[in-house]
Structures are given as C-alpha cells and as structure tokens.
C-alpha cells in the first residue's frame, strides 16, 4: 500500500492551492509551480510502487530451539522486482518481549529482479515460546513524499529452554557408582537382580533380550545384568506463587526453573530415570529417551501456580517413586516442612536447596527437614546454580 509522508502531503495540499489560487485569481504563473508540486508527489509514489513490485520473504532462525541466554541467528532472504535507483528501503521485525537484538535493517536498492540475503542476532533472557515475525517492508523515495508498507513473511517459532549450568562430572552421595560398598548398599536396598526379567527400554543391548520371556509374554523382555542398578530420581519443583520474589529473569522462581532444569539433565545424563512434580502435583510423564527432552519442554511452558501447599506433590501413589528426593524450595512455612518430611520413606536420600531462608531470629523450617534426614543447603537467588548444587553434593548445611 502507498501512502503519503507528512512532506508528501503538505507538497501536495501546497501544490492543490496553488492551482486553486491561480484558477480563482487567473495568475497563470502560480499554476506552473502548483503542479511541479504535483507531478513531484505523483512521481514519487510511482517511483516508490516501481521499487518493491512483488515482494517476498522467507526467515530462517536458527536454532530453532536453545536455552536461554544463547543467541538466535536470523536470516531475511528478500526478493523483489526493482524499477529504481536512488529509494530507501528497511525491513523492521516483529520481536515479542523476551528477545531482543532486531534492528531496522537497510535494504540496498537497484534495477531488475533483486535478491538480498540480511542477517541479524536475537538475545534471549527468558525462557519460553517466542513467535518472530511477521516483517514490515517500508519503501520510501529520495525525497520521501511517499512510503510502502508490506507485511511480509510467516512467523517462526523459537523454543528458548530454561539456563542449564555445568554441574560437574559426578553426582556424589547420590549412589553414582556401581562398585564397592555403594553397589552393596543398592544390592541390599534393591534386591539382587541378576535373575530378574523387565520389559525392554530404548538403549538396552540386544544380548540381553531374555527370548524365552519374550515369547510367552509377546513384547520385548530382557535380562538384568548382575548389580544392574537403576538409579531413579523425583525432583520437586517449588511454584507456588507466594514462595517466590521478583519478576522476570532475575526473579527466584526463574532461578529454581533453571536449577531444576540443570539438576534434571546432570541426573539424565548421569543415567538416572527423572521425574519431575510441582506443588501442584502435576508430573512429566515421560520415559526412556524422551525424558531429557520433555523435562525441557515442560519446564519452559511452567508457571507460577496458586497452590499453596505441597500437598498435591507429595500424595501417595507413583509420585513417592525416586530412590533420591531433590526440592528446589522457595519460602517455607513449618507446615509446608512438616509436610515434606512426609516424603523421607524406604531409604530415599533427600536433598533440598531452599532459597528465601528465615530471617534470623525467626524459627528455620529448614530445621525441621534436617532433623528429619534432609541435606539442606539454604542459598538467594544471587548465588549461581552451580554453587549451590556444588554445597548440596558435598553434604553442607
């Protein structure tokens, strides 16, 4: 669409009175400026429609999924058939709140079918589904009596997960080995296992494919190696609203997000099953390969809940599942504690990292969580993740 500029206009309402000013006086020398102002304005939008006839634009972002505070590379191939020299050309994004980086981006001009490959990086600071796009293509002529405006371009979606921190090699205390006097411990707690047949897991090897189970059950099963050990983990995840401060990326619940997230994929890839709960008592729902990829998932969509207890995460049922308890707690009350020592049951290690601690002189729940078996490390938001997993995993209080 061509529209007029502010300049544009006033040329042409000066020019227009011009012409009527002559026609009513009959001084013919005013008619010639009125429409030189005219004729400038008209070619002007016609030079502006000749510059961006059939535009297109197509968006590449890449990656398309990332954690937060990694950079997007955005790529604008536009294409146009040009009849001009001399216009001014930009592409504006649409960036939502949560990235930022988009400039208005200058478009070269020239004659014939025209082809320009522009790139940009976006910053990402929170995590969450951020759609880019649509683009404004704006044209304007030398003088700028006249602009186009073009919305162009699909939207493409950017998946920016939770901050993951480097944790460490090992996830000590927690039964990481599978030798020695921990493995005996496991064998112990666990039961041996070297006789017992499961269902078949992705990554599991195909010479342990029990076929005689196999055939009589009709799926998969296959055969527990001696001291197998599995090691499984439920992590709780503190978003009741009023535990946490703040807003935005510096907020404390954005903080236990990306604590969780971190501990959820050092477990993962330390080999252990993960679950993961909120206040709320909704879980994840997801085994086998996909567990690191759903954790991700689920905690990017996560949000602040109006529950006010932990009750719902801590019920009977499959949620009490997890030789090791990990809590990413915001302020607590004596009655959410007491609550949460509910949880210390068959042997489960539990662990919490509590942000917000009781001022001093007030009564610590963090108290009544040790006395009953928890390691507590108690931390603020202006710790990093890291150092406070670092003091959890060498059992500091």
């Known amino acids: 669409m ?35 102002l005219i004729g400038l304005v008209g ?11 059939r535009p297109a634009l197509h968006r590449q972002v890449l990656p398309q999924r990332l954690a937060t505070g990694a950079p997007v590379r955005v790529t604008l191939d536009l294409r146009r058939h040009s009849i001009g020299v001399g216009v001014w050309s930009v ?18 001009s020239g004659w014939g079918p025209l082809r320009s490959l ?14 880019v796009g649509p683009s404004t293509w704006i044209t304007t002529d030398p003088l700028g009596l ?9 939207t493409n979606l950017i998946t920016v997960t939770p901050a993951i921190h480097p944790l460490g090699d090992a996830v000590r205390g927690a039964g990481a080995g599978l030798s020695g006097e921990s493995a005996q411990q496991r064998s112990s707690l666990l039961g041996a296992d070297d006789a017992l047949i499961r269902e078949y897991r992705p990554r599991d090897e195909l010479r342990r494919i029990h076929w005689p189970s196999t055939a009589r059950v009709g799926t998969l099963m296959v055969r527990r190696e001696e001291h197998a050990w599995e090691p499984s983990a439920l992590l709780l995840l503190d978003n009741r609203e009023q535990a946490h401060t703040g807003s935005g990326p510096r907020s404390s619940f954005e903080w236990a997000v990306s604590a969780v997230a971190s501990i959820g994929v050092h ?28 954790l991700l998932d689920h905690l990017t969509d996560i949000r602040l809940s109006t529950a006010h207890e932990f009750a719902g995460a801590v019920g009977p049922g499959d949620r009490a599942k997890g030789q090791l308890l990990i809590a990413v707690l915001g302020r607590l009350s004596h009655a959410d504690a007491i609550t949460l020592t509910n949880t210390r049951r068959d042997g489960r290690q539990c662990r919490a990292i509590m942000l917000h601690p009781a001022p001093e002189g007030d009564d610590d729940p963090a ?11 108690r931390t603020t938001a202006d710790s990093t993740v890291t150092q406070a997993w670092q003091a959890l995993d060498r059992g500091l209080r």
């Open 2 to 36: 061509i529209r007029l500029t502010t300049r544009g206009f006033v040329l042409l309402s000066v020019g227009g009175a011009l012409l009527v000013t002559a026609a009513a006086t009959g001084l013919r020398p005013l008619a010639w400026p009125g429409g030189a």
């Open 91 to 108: 592409v504006e994004e649409n960036i939502p709140a949560g990235l930022s980086g988009a400039p208005a981006l200058t478009v070269p």
């Open 367 to 377: 108290e009544v969580l040790i006395a009953s078996g928890w390691r507590v490390v």
């Open 43 to 53: 070619a002007g939008a016609l030079l502006t429609w000749l510059a961006t006839r």
């Open 267 to 294: 477990l993962c890839d330390a080999g252990y099953d993960v679950d993961l709960v909120d206040a709320a008592g909704n879980t994840l729902g997801a085994h086998g390969d996909s567990v690191r990829e759903a």
């Open 118 to 131: 522009l790139s940009y990086q976006l910053g990402t600071h929170l995590r969450g589904r951020y759609r």
């Open 146 to 154: 006249a602009a186009s405006r073009h919305l162009l371009g699909a």
